[in-house]
């Protein structure tokens, strides 16, 4: 997967991210979502989120095969400096380095912006199963994150609880005077 090209989302690329998001919801526990959100929907949510962050895609010879967003921790100012972080990548593309590209690319735009703290919200098992693995939190910690907190059978899909945890990766120096994060420019 060397020629991997990480470039901003448009507009025009949301069926397919779209497509890669559908596996999720319809086939594991690593989104909570029980039902695919129309396209619709999934370009206004889309349109939201590049209105302040960095929404990237991971393409390969003209298809896209993964992306990564940021968005806002909790959603007052007084996080402005944090934001939470999402990725997904199409099942035939993992374990590929796309992830850590993926990453990597919105970790510098977001250090630019002057974010200072990455969060994930990770859905982990009990105990693996068809639906859910370790396998997010482990990318997770393996990217420098570490779990900051965990609540148990807090989600339930396919008949099944599931837990979360919240993991955190610091990427600033937290200054006492910090600039006001800027938007992200696409």
């Keep these: 997967m060397d020629t991997v090209r990480i470039r901003n989302a448009a507009p025009a690329d949301a069926g397919r991210i779209l497509e890669i998001y559908a596996y999720y919801v319809e086939h594991t526990a690593i989104s909570f979502e029980y039902q695919v959100p ?10 939201e989120t590049m209105g302040r962050y960095p929404y990237l895609v991971a393409e390969a010879e003209g298809k ?13 100012a007084a996080y402005d400096w944090s934001c939470e972080l999402t990725i997904y990548l199409d099942p035939s593309a993992r374990r590929h380095g796309l992830g850590r590209k993926l990453y990597d690319a919105l970790e510098v735009r977001l250090k630019e912006m002057g974010i200072q703290n990455l969060y994930a919200c990770i859905g982990v098992p009990e105990a693996e199963d068809e639906f ?4 997010s939190a482990d990318f997770h910690r393996h990217m420098g994150f570490s779990e900051v907190g965990k609540f148990y059978k807090c989600g339930r899909k396919f008949g099944r609880w599931y837990h979360m945890v919240w993991m955190e990766k610091i990427i600033g120096e937290h200054p006492s005077g910090p600039e006001p994060v800027k938007p992200y420019c696409y």
């Design 38 to 47: 129309t396209l619709t929907e999934f370009q206004a949510r889309m349109k």
């Design 64 to 76: 896209i095969l993964g992306y990564a967003y940021a968005h806002p921790f909790v959603g007052r």
């Design 132 to 135: 859910l693995t370790n396998n």
